[in-house]
Nanobody, 131 residues
């Protein structure tokens, strides 16, 4: 069973930073697409960022480009989302996502970071940005 362990959410003022972490088992992590999507209250799911753990290729939604950075640590089987210059509209539940069958990021993820299209999700971590 694929399991993702998320951490790092919290509350911060606008302009601040947070870093989210998503750890996976070695079999899940290796040569796989992993990433984050978010969902704010009353809104739909929005892809945020993804990364192919094999070569580190990152993919970002336009709304976070230049502010968020996705990275991976192969020794820890962990993907990170560094969020800088946070805005109140970034407030949401953030979910880590990956694929049951490991492989490169699907085309929809490559072009739009639509990580909610991946089939395995974590439990979510709350990010709250106050103005």
């Amino acid at each position: 069973q694929v399991k993702l362990v998320e951490s790092g959410g919290g509350s911060v003022q606008a302009g601040g930073s947070l870093r989210l972490s998503c750890a996976a088992s070695p079999n899940t992590y290796s040569k796989n697409c992993m990433g984050w999507f978010r969902q704010a209250p009353g809104k739909g799911r929005e892809g945020v960022a993804a990364i192919y753990t094999d070569d580190g290729s990152p993919y970002y939604a336009d709304s976070v480009k230049g502010r968020f950075t996705i990275a991976r640590d192969n020794a820890k089987n962990t993907v990170y989302l560094q969020m800088n210059s946070l805005k109140p509209e970034d407030t949401a539940m953030y979910y880590c996502a990956t694929q049951t069958i490991a492989g490169p990021c699907p085309f929809i993820v490559v072009i739009s970071a639509a990580t909610m299209e991946l089939d395995v999700w974590g439990q979510g971590t709350q990010v709250t940005v106050s103005s």
